[in-house]
């Protein structure tokens, strides 16, 4: 046998190469919307036999057929979802309460979006860990039929402690309660959280892979970063944070970490108890079937409350519904746009979009942390501030604790809140979950937020940006080729 293999192993090695490699970049020509995606992918996969195909199988694979979700329908209804006509907001209106230009990103989301624009909604911004963690304990120890979690990351610390106690303190009093953890966030913990959910009684799964025996190929680059909870099928909860301690001042103090949460009430709870369900059941949970599941109708009237959207966007049937909901915001921006994200790595499209904006004399105020907890990601940004400063966008570094809130806010009544980074990851590899809200007052909130990151930030000027070493520069660069990937 070692003498067969000693003799032809080229052989072996060519077959191996071809077998693996075509079909690789096969799927590569097929599926990649982008043709210098495509040409990269089949590079690699030519230029290396057969670990160029196992690369790509482990990072390039960008799409998933969730079958699961076409059987899905059935059992939502047998859950209590339905879809609550009555509070869509016709085209008619938007044109009347706010002009043409905010109907015609109505139709964008309309077309993008798997869900609808409702009314009657209400959303309270939480500003710290520390309230926003309160508001969800509260809520899942006020309990009375249902609790349903998804999220990135939930820590095995004293934050999470917390919630397990509070979870399975629900289970013991006859709520019926489900937990989703991404399988890549699961482990940011070690020994994970998950093991001890299950000896609290709480029904937990991980999503797209399994703590133990490794993740799921070919699809191990594609995660949940969507933060849910919804209680009773009344409240929900969302935005861009994990159930971690350092997000705490009680438990971390003045290092705490930003993050801005979302409390909501309405016809978008319905939205978000859609996506976290067809979530669960992907990852093999139970139909959740039953009185316990019902969705609650809103306390208000049709065509009261807020307006607002859920946008759920992947690597799936909703594939870059954010960045489309975004470029098709951008486009009709008229007077400012203010951006607030940790992670801040627009591809091409939007770059242009938010230039083109800026050459018809929007202001854009962007606001990044001056210092990251991803230091790779940092120097990738860095690399591309000078695409936007050159064309009178302004760029800001915000001093103090790291602030992972992604807020996009335009011309004083338009919103995005949620999950999604600016970023390749959020925007084409994630499963993510948005909001968009079309209510001035939220709006003022939301940049009153921004504007106190503003207050103790320093513009980044790009003279000095282009004056600094060479070497620092280059570095910048090279990391910005892997920023796909970051």
């Given at each position: 046998m070692f003498e067969t293999l000693s003799a032809y192993w080229p052989h072996i090695f060519v077959a191996l190469s071809i077998a693996l490699g075509v079909p690789a970049a096969i799927h590569a020509t097929m599926t990649k919307e982008?043709?210098?995606?495509?040409?990269?992918?089949?590079?690699?996969?030519?230029?290396?036999?057969?670990?160029?195909?196992?690369?790509?199988?482990?990072?390039?694979v960008n799409r998933i057929r969730r079958k699961t979700l076409n059987l899905s329908r059935e059992g939502l209804l047998a859950a209590g979802w339905h879809h609550m006509a009555e509070?869509?907001?016709?085209?008619?209106?938007?044109?009347?309460?706010?002009?043409?230009?905010?109907?015609?990103?109505?139709?964008?989301?309309?077309?993008?979006?798997?869900?609808?624009?409702?009314?009657?909604?209400?959303?309270?911004?939480?500003?710290?860990?520390?309230?926003?963690?309160?508001?969800?304990?509260?809520?899942?120890?006020?309990?009375?039929?249902?609790?349903?979690?998804?999220?990135?990351?939930?820590d095995r610390d004293r934050a999470g402690k917390?919630?397990?106690?509070?979870?399975?303190?629900?289970?013991?009093?006859?709520?019926?309660?489900?937990?989703?953890?991404?399988?890549?966030?699961?482990?940011?913990?070690?020994?994970?959280?998950?093991?001890e959910l299950r000896r609290a009684s709480v029904p937990t799964d991980v999503f797209n892979g399994n703590i133990v025996m490794g993740l799921r190929l070919p699809y191990a680059n594609l995660r949940t970063h969507r933060k849910i909870v919804i209680v009773d099928g009344t409240v929900a909860f969302?935005?861009?944070?994990?159930?971690?301690?350092?997000?705490?001042?009680?438990?971390?103090?003045?290092?705490?970490?930003?993050?801005?949460?979302?409390?909501?009430?309405?016809?978008?709870?319905?939205?978000?108890?859609?996506?976290?369900y067809e979530d669960w059941r992907f990852s093999g949970g139970d139909d959740l079937a039953g009185e316990a599941w019902q969705i609650t109708a809103p306390a208000?009237?049709?065509?009261?409350?807020?307006?607002?959207?859920?946008?759920?966007?992947?690597?799936?049937?909703?594939l870059e519904s954010n960045q489309r909901m975004l470029m098709g915001a951008l486009s009709i921006a008229r007077k400012h746009i203010r951006i607030m994200s940790p992670y801040f790595l627009p591809d091409r499209e939007l770059i242009s979009a938010i230039v083109t904006a800026a050459r018809r004399g929007v202001e854009i105020d962007i606001v990044v942390p001056s210092a990251n907890n991803l230091k790779l990601v940092d120097l990738a940004m860095t690399a591309q501030f000078d695409q936007l400063l050159k064309y009178g966008c302004r760029i800001w570094r915000a001093?103090?604790?790291?602030?992972?809130?992604?807020?996009?806010?335009?011309?004083?009544?338009?919103?995005?809140?949620?999950?999604?980074?600016?970023?390749?990851?959020?925007?084409?590899?994630?499963?993510?979950?948005?909001?968009?809200v079309v209510d001035a007052h939220f709006a003022d909130l939301i940049e009153n937020r921004?504007?106190?990151?503003?207050?103790?930030?320093?513009?980044?000027?790009?003279?000095?940006?282009?004056?600094?070493?060479?070497?620092?520069?280059?570095?910048?660069?090279?990391?910005?080729?892997?920023?796909?990937?970051?």
């Open positions: 982008e043709v210098r995606a495509a040409i990269g992918w089949v590079g690699v996969i030519v230029l290396s036999p057969v670990v160029g195909a196992l690369i790509y199988a482990v990072g390039g509070y869509d907001v016709s085209n008619e209106h938007m044109k009347v309460a706010y002009g043409g230009a905010l109907a015609a990103m109505q139709r964008v989301g309309d077309a993008v979006a798997r869900c609808r624009l409702t009314s009657g909604n209400r959303i309270e911004l939480l500003s710290t860990g520390d309230e926003a963690y309160a508001a969800m304990l509260a809520a899942i120890n006020g309990a009375e039929r249902s609790i349903l979690l998804e999220t990135y990351i939930f917390r919630f397990v106690a509070a979870l399975s303190a629900a289970v013991a009093r006859g709520v019926e309660v489900r937990v989703l953890i991404d399988a890549v966030g699961a482990r940011y913990s070690i020994p994970s959280i998950v093991s969302t935005g861009g944070l994990n159930i971690r301690a350092g997000f705490c001042a009680e438990f971390s103090g003045e290092a705490a970490s930003l993050d801005t949460h979302f409390r909501l009430t309405g016809p978008v709870v319905s939205d978000l108890f859609r996506i976290a208000d009237a049709p065509g009261s409350g807020m307006l607002a959207r859920v946008v759920p966007s992947g690597p799936d049937k909703s001093s103090g604790a790291f602030n992972h809130s992604k807020l996009t806010v335009i011309d004083g009544v338009w919103c995005y809140i949620g999950s999604s980074n600016m970023d390749p990851r959020s925007l084409r590899l994630n499963f993510e979950v948005d909001i968009e921004i504007a106190t990151a503003l207050s103790e930030a320093e513009q980044v000027n790009l003279a000095a940006l282009q004056a600094r070493p060479f070497v620092q520069r280059l570095v910048e660069r090279v990391t910005w080729l892997g920023s796909p990937y970051l």
